[in-house]
Structure formats: structure tokens, C-alpha cells
């Protein structure tokens, strides 16, 4: 509104703004107009999206109904579950298959430590107890055979994948390696994203049948590279024995203590692996758990002491870090054991695993590293009271013809040799199942398994035929069908109610000023009846309706369906007797029940048979591009709510009577104020008048 001069009354005496409202309003009725008229396309736009998005969700379930899911579930009968159960996938052939024995059932393999020997063995000592959460190294002397402890140093390493073809990582210390049958292997053990993979210094030399992946390791550079590409964030673990491992820290002056990453240290190593320790530019050596100057001799002068089993170095000669930043190393090696394990798999290949036991691991850290093995499958298992371990394959069958299904590896120190005592024990269990199905003997690898389609569980042996029938599974797919009506007869009620909707011309959109005027029931009373019938006879709305119960009705001419099933009133699905309801749909259960049962086939082709014309295509595949087509001209006419108004033609409109409403209020503002101006130049002339007039009379009353 322009900023002008406004004199409201003050000579006249009259109510100036009381006369220029008046005036306004009856100037603003077109203005009214615009805004009634951008409110009914508002309450368009949301009306046509609430019904849109019953197309959208109908458009869904006819998605599903495509799927033959819907029509083809199976349910069994076995006729002894104890002795066999059965499901049945949806493409199951229906029919009966009858296993008329079982002679033995699919087991697991087991090892039990101590078995190879004529008498049971316990693991531990007589008179001592092995504790499970207890560190290994600690419990030595309290297992039967001990523990065989190596030098040097477990790590752990973790990287992430780059994504690179020949993803490599480097390693912080060289790693021990073996050479077996001419194959170099390193102790170590790769996992990336939990899949484990095998470490060689060359992989043209893998065994054919070792399955699983592989990593190079090159001992030059110290580098890893995959055999395969490693996607960008994978996680990389990777876990070794280095011969010895060399730390360096800053220490301040005055440092009392340093403590080293692993315990356990090996006083008793030689060579590249023997304790050595460096402080600034002077070395220093360990003997019986005391640090001496290497130029100390006759062992004088302790510098300090070592704590091996913790790893804590204390420094009792002030004098060896009087500087302000003394760097000190230390090289040393450490405890560790291993043990190796080895499983076949169905297909004759063969997984294998090298476990690297650091002394302060427990045997439950142990079993849960065997347990937790992403391709190894064997389970692992400490029994206290029997002082004994099980090995246990994870899969059942007979995996290995010409042996045992777990391999213990391995030199005779090995942990699970020596110490858990399982060199040559004896392996139980790991047969087939075997049965008679059918009239042909056969065996599986597996208590359960699949045979065209039906999956079937060996519960028990037994000699008395048992019979297992597959059959449609009526019910279920009579609700499928039941609730793809519901959902037709849900739109079809929402459409309907909107095209039969009374229309309200009397009640327009409430202005602000009428707003004011009514309590709060009123104007909801109001807004009810003015947006009451905006789709009334709608011709988008109409037609859809029309389209789908042609649609619905028309018979479907496939060579493919029965003559008998050909229309949905032939199954028991037929429109209300109420002729107001729009085409609502019907059931006749019984019926529909029975053709379901009689020609499962032709009542699923008549829902979803595809073909090159309307008239072959089922009643699902009709009615979905019939919905879609509805679905997208109400989008092009409404939009939806991710939309601008430029995107859909209700929003256009609304655009323009906007920019309409913008200019009529420009207009209303200049007239408002040359209303103003006029009755302020009046008051201007009448305050001119009485001034003269008081100056008249002023001068005629002194005369």
C-alpha cells in the first residue's frame, strides 16, 4: 500500500475510514472471487490425491496378484510325521511320493579327544582342573601332555578395501612361514568381510581341490595382494606370527614405567628374537629379568627390571632418561601355540585353518575362534566334567569316502595333537541318510532335502511306508483372491462416493472477514458443504469406473483356460445386486472354493494370463493398465506432493489466479488510497473554509 497523507475526519467530522471500507468492499468482490476460485482447485487438488492414492495402493495389489505366488501354494500331508515331514515350494508337481523305509538317518562326524587311545583320556593332569576362561599359558603345566610354546609374536592388523583389481595391503613385520609338500605357507590368517582367505607365497602351487580364496604374500616387500578385486570399505583383518616385533616410543625424562603391547615375553628366544633393548644411542640386555648396560659386563648395575609375564618394563635408574625426550626400543618375541584343522565339503574340496594362540588366550577364546570360522564348519566343545573336547562337522553325510570328514593337522605339537590330545583319534558318525522312496533305494548327505520341489525331513528310522501328498493349498489362495476383491470393492467405494457427492452452489469458500463472524463448529459446518461434491460426475472418474467393469466383466479368450472358467461370474465372483454401489464385487466362497480345487491352472490364468490383445489377457493384467492409465492422468491433473505447480494443471491454474489475486490486490491498494486522497483534499479545503471563516468573523466582530 502507497505511504500517503491521510486527514480521517478531523474538519468534517466524518468517519472517513468507516466510508472508505464500505467502498472497498464492494471493489473487492472480484478479488473474492479469485480467492474463492484458487480454494476449490486447492481442495480439488487434495481430494483427487486422497482417491489417487487408493489407485496407487490398487495398482500394488494388482503387482502382486501377477506374481504366481498367489495361486500356486502347495500345503502337504504326510500320513506318520514322526517319522517324516514335508513342505512343499509353490512349483511343486501336486501328486503323492512314498518312502517306504529308512534304514539309517544322516549324522554328524565327531571327534573326541583321547579316542585313539585303548582307554578314555582326560586333557588334564590328575588332581588338577583346566579353567576354560583361565589364559593357556598360565595352565601349561596343568594339561596332561602340556603345551609346546613357540617364540614370537601374534599380530593383528586391520586395513580397508580400496577397491583396486589387485587390492594389496603391507604388513608391519615380517611373518613366520612353513614349507610344506614344496608349498610355502605363512602363519597367518586373512579375512576380508569375514570370508577367510589362505595365504601362499605362490598360487600356482594351491592344490586343485582347496577350495575357498587366496592371498600372495611377497616376503621382499612385505606386501599381500588378493586374488580378487576388494571393494572400497571392506574390512580387511589380518592376523600373523612375526618372528619378533620392535616398539619405539618417546618417553619423558623421569618416566618410571613402559609397558609393551604383549606379555608373556620370551626371556628364553636367541638370535634375531632375542630381548634387546635401546635406549637413545646405548644398548642394553636382559638377564634374569634385569635390564644392564651391554657394556656392563659383570652385570653390576641393573638399569631396571622386566616383568615377562605382563610385559611391563620398570626403570630404577633415573639417569638412563635424563634427557627430555628419550627414545627407546625394544625388539622381543613372545609366547604362542598353534594348531591346525581341516573339513571336507560335499563336493570333495577341502577347507583348512591354521589357529595362532597367544599364551594369554583361554580355551574358550579358542573354540570360539574354531566355532565362529566362516568356512571351516566345525563346531568345537569343552566338557568339565568329562575333561574331554568334541570336534563336531557342522554338516551332517558322508562328505569323504576314502575318510575321516575333519582333518587334524599339524605336527605332533601341534595344540589340538599334543595338548587337546586328538592325534590319531578316532571319528564317529558322518553317514548318509539312507532310504527307499518310491520303490529306489537311495541316500542323501542330509536328514533333509529336496526332490522336485518338496522338501522333505527324515524325522526317524522305520520299515512301514509313509506317504506324503501335495495338494493346493485352497484357503490361502482363495484369501488372496478374497483380498484382491476387498481392495477392487474399496476403490471402487471411495470413486463412487466421490462422484455421487452433493455439490453445495449456495456455500462458497469462506472469506477471512466471514470467518470472523462464525464460531469455530460453524465454519467446519461451513467448509463441509462448500467443498462438498468438487469431483461431483467427474469425467476422469467416471470413465475409470466404467472402463474397470467392462474390464472385469468381458470374458477372457485363452487357448490356455478351461471354457468352463472363463469369466470371473464362472468362479463365483459376481457384481452386488445393488446397482447404486458402482459395480461392487461378490464371492460366492463355495464356488470359488471348488473351481480353486477342480482347475487350479484356469482360475490362475484368468487372473493373470498374459497375451497380445484385451481379450486374452486375465482380469489382473487388464486392470492394471487400465488403473495406471487412471493413475497417471490424475498425477498430470493433481500431481503429486513431491510436485510443483508447474508440473500438473491444477497447479498451473492455481499459478495464475495467484499472479491474478497479486495485481487485483495492487489495484485495490491505488484505489484505496485515491479514495484517500480525495477525502483528505476535502478536509483540506474544508479546514481552508473554517480558517478564512474564523478570520472573517474574527475581524468583522472588532469593527
Not at 179 to 185: K, L, V
Not at 405 to 427: A, H, M, P, W
Not at 436 to 460: D, H, P, Q
Amino acid at each position: 500500500m502507497t505511504s500517503i497523507q491521510r486527514i480521517t475526519g478531523l474538519a468534517s467530522g466524518m468517519d472517513i475510514d468507516s466510508i472508505v471500507e464500505k467502498m472497498m468492499t464492494a471493489a473487492k468482490q472480484p478479488l473474492v472471487k479469485l480467492q474463492q476460485q484458487k480454494q476449490i482447485l486447492e481442495w480439488q487438488e487434495e481430494d483427487y490425491r486422497t482417491l489417487n492414492q487408493k489407485y496407487f495402493d490398487f495398482r500394488s495389489t494388482l503387482s502382486n496378484m501377477k506374481l504366481t505366488t498367489k495361486y500356486r501354494v502347495r500345503t502337504t500331508t504326510s500320513s506318520n510325521e514322526n517319522n517324516v515331514t514335508a513342505t512343499a515350494a509353490n512349483n511343486a508337481a501336486l501328486g503323492s511320493a512314498t518312502i517306504q523305509s529308512v534304514t539309517q538317518l544322516a549324522t554328524a562326524a565327531t571327534k573326541i579327544s583321547g579316542s585313539g587311545s585303548e582307554t578314555a583320556t582326560t586333557i588334564s593332569k590328575s588332581g588338577a582342573k583346566i579353567k576354560a576362561d583361565a589364559s593357556l599359558y598360565s595352565q601349561t603345566g596343568n594339561f596332561l601332555n602340556g603345551i609346546t610354546w613357540n617364540n614370537g609374536v601374534v599380530v593383528s592388523q586391520s586395513f580397508s578395501g580400496d577397491g583396486d583389481a589387485t587390492a594389496s595391503v603391507k604388513l608391519s613385520n615380517p611373518p613366520v612361514s612353513t614349507t610344506t609338500d614344496g608349498i610355502t605357507y605363512y602363519a597367518m590368517n586373512v579375512k576380508v568381510n569375514g570370508k577367510t582367505y589362505q595365504v601362499v607365497n605362490d598360487k600356482s602351487n594351491i592344490p586343485d581341490n582347496e577350495k575357498g580364496n587366496y592371498a600372495v604374500y611377497n616376503a621382499e616387500s612385505g606386501v599381500l595382494t588378493f586374488d580378487s578385486a576388494v571393494s572400497s570399505g571392506s574390512s580387511i583383518n589380518v592376523e600373523y606370527v612375526a618372528g619378533a616385533v620392535t616398539e619405539t616410543k618417546t618417553l619423558a625424562q623421569g618416566t618410571a614405567t613402559m609397558q609393551l603391547g604383549h606379555g608373556l615375553i620370551a626371556t628364553d628366544a636367541g638370535g634375531d628374537q632375542a630381548f634387546s633393548l635401546k635406549i637413545n644411542n646405548t644398548n642394553y640386555v636382559l638377564e634374569n629379568d634385569k635390564l644392564y648396560a651391554e657394556s656392563d659386563t659383570g652385570k653390576s648395575s641393573p638399569i631396571g627390571t622386566l616383568d615377562a609375564s605382563t610385559g611391563l618394563i620398570t626403570f630404577t635408574d633415573s639417569s638412563v632418561l635424563s634427557g627430555e625426550s628419550n627414545t627407546v626400543s625394544v625388539t622381543y618375541s613372545s609366547k604362542y601355540a598353534t594348531m591346525s584343522l581341516g573339513s571336507y565339503n560335499e563336493d570333495g574340496s577341502i577347507n583348512k585353518a591354521t589357529f595362532y594362540i597367544d599364551g594369554t588366550d583361554s580355551l574358550n577364546t579358542v573354540m570360539a575362534d574354531v566355532n565362529n570360522h566362516s568356512t571351516l564348519g566345525i563346531g568345537m566343545y569343552y566338557d568339565a566334567n568329562a575333561d574331554r573336547v568334541s570336534l563336531t562337522r557342522k554338516s551332517t553325510g558322508d562328505l569323504n569316502k576314502d575318510g575321516d570328514e575333519i582333518i587334524i593337522g599339524g605336527s605332533g605339537n601341534d595344540f589340538l595333537n599334543q595338548t587337546l590330545q586328538f592325534n590319531g583319534s578316532k571319528e564317529s558318525g558322518g553317514e548318509n541318510a539312507k532310504f527307499t522312496m518310491n520303490g529306489l533305494e537311495t541316500e542323501r548327505t542330509s536328514n533333509t532335502f529336496a526332490i522336485n520341489g518338496v522338501t522333505y525331513t527324515l524325522k526317524s528310522k522305520f520299515d512301514t511306508p509313509v506317504t506324503v501328498t501335495v495338494s493346493n493349498d485352497t484357503d490361502t489362495i482363495f484369501k488372496n483372491i478374497k483380498d484382491f476383491v476387498d481392495q477392487y470393492n474399496s476403490l471402487i467405494d471411495a470413486v463412487q462416493s466421490k462422484l455421487n457427492e452433493d455439490r453445495y452452489p449456495d456455500y462458497a469458500p469462506l472469506t477471512d472477514d466471514q470467518r470472523k463472524e462464525l464460531t469455530d463448529t460453524q465454519q467446519d459446518q461451513w467448509d463441509k458443504k462448500a467443498r462438498s461434491g468438487l469431483l461431483r460426475n467427474d469425467m476422469t472418474l467416471k470413465s475409470s469406473l466404467s472402463n474397470m467393469r467392462s474390464l472385469i466383466y468381458s470374458k477372457v479368450n485363452n487357448a490356455n483356460i478351461s471354457s468352463e472358467y472363463s469369466q470371473l461370474s464362472s468362479i463365483g465372483i459376481t457384481t452386488t445386486s445393488d446397482w447404486l454401489e458402482g459395480g461392487k464385487l461378490e464371492i460366492d466362497e463355495d464356488k470359488l472354493k471348488a473351481a480353486i480345487q477342480n482347475d487350479p491352472d484356469s482360475v490362475e490364468l484368468l487372473f493373470r494370463a498374459s497375451g497380445s490383445t484385451t481379450s486374452e489377457k486375465g482380469i489382473v493384467q487388464r486392470l492394471y493398465d487400465s488403473v495406471n492409465q487412471t493413475y497417471n492422468t490424475i498425477v498430470d491433473k493433481a500431481g503429486k506432493s513431491t510436485y510443483v505447480n508447474t508440473q500438473f494443471t491444477i497447479g498451473k491454474n492455481i499459478n495464475d489466479l495467484t499472479d491474478k489475486i497479486s495485481d487485483m490486490n495492487d489495484k485495490l491498494d491505488k484505489l484505496e488510497d485515491r479514495y484517500y486522497a480525495q477525502f483528505t483534499a476535502m478536509e483540506l479545503a474544508i479546514q481552508k473554509y473554517n480558517s478564512q471563516y474564523t478570520y472573517l468573523s474574527s475581524f468583522f466582530s472588532n469593527s
